[in-house]
């Protein structure tokens, strides 16, 4: 994609747990050998929340602990979500690929796509990603949205519980002896704060970002969980937006006008057509205030966040029709038939 900067959208996502709450620590390792069974005693957890320093001492849980929430995890939460988002909103045309599918199947991954595509220049590969990977990328091209991971937070002792779960035995339908299992887990009413960037960003895509945010804030609703243990009613998390902020770089867009504009709205007719953008920020002139020009950019802050939101999730409607679906994309004799001259050369067509 561009190697320049045009725009760059910042805001804070505070995840606030409303029940168990889990992403697991991977380095906590089942016992396997003699030594390990030894240090593991009765009452020990099988599992605990991940922390970014590692000491495996499993009787240290009965004071404060030092947690955090990582970018991937909260990353994968909203990329997966926004999937079904896109699937449910265009039903009847597949916009999005399936980022695990290597076969050729109708929703193979735009990776694995790309990656028999190569060499086929500027733009070729955002044009044709589907509508998620054109905001998370691929292997073919870096994502256009970072997730920082939050600041280590210390959970009170009070906050923190174990949930001691017993196996089933599938056969007989009763308890399966030693198949207990001790979660560790963080209560209701802890709080991570995530930086979230998009830069270069298109508004339909700030839109689905919308719609993910608002399935977070309306947590009651249940579309969203994170962690593990969703099968268990864990993973209950409700996601607040703070302050959004939006920077333009480069004399031509730091100008006086305070409409919200998108990377097609700055970009010429020929650029557009290359990276197939969709232009048209909002018509809106009041969503930006504030600017505070610095060096070679102006940081404008965003008074109304619903109002701001709002015009995002109006992009995203306004173009989702105008998508070319993933058959159509990878119809190669449509999408990237040579241009006239090539043909007139006695080019042969595919
Ligand atoms: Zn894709």
Known sequence: MLKRLVNECRFTLTITTQGPFI??????KKPETQEEKEKKVKGDPDSIPIRRVWYDDRRDFQRDQPYYLPGTSLRGVMRSHLERIVRSAVPDRLLCCDPLQQKAAPDQGCSSWLDNHKGQGTGYAYKHSCVVCRLFGSTAQASR?????????????EKMSYRDHIGIDRFTGGVCSGANFRDLVIEAGVSFQNEIMIRNFELWQLGLLAYVIRDLYCWEDGRIRMGYGKSKGYGQVQGEVGEVSISYYGPSVSGGSMRLKDLGDVLSADEQALYDLKPGGSPATDLLVDPNPELYRTTW????????WGAAAQAWNDHRSGFNSLDELRDNRAVDSPPEKARANGEKQP
Request: proline content about 7%; glycine content about 4%.
């Open 145 to 157: 949205i970072r997730i920082a991971d939050s600041p280590t937070v210390t959970v009170p002792a």
């Open 23 to 28: 992403i697991r620590e991977g380095r906590l």
């Open 301 to 308: 802050k965003v008074w109304d966040n619903q109002a701001f």
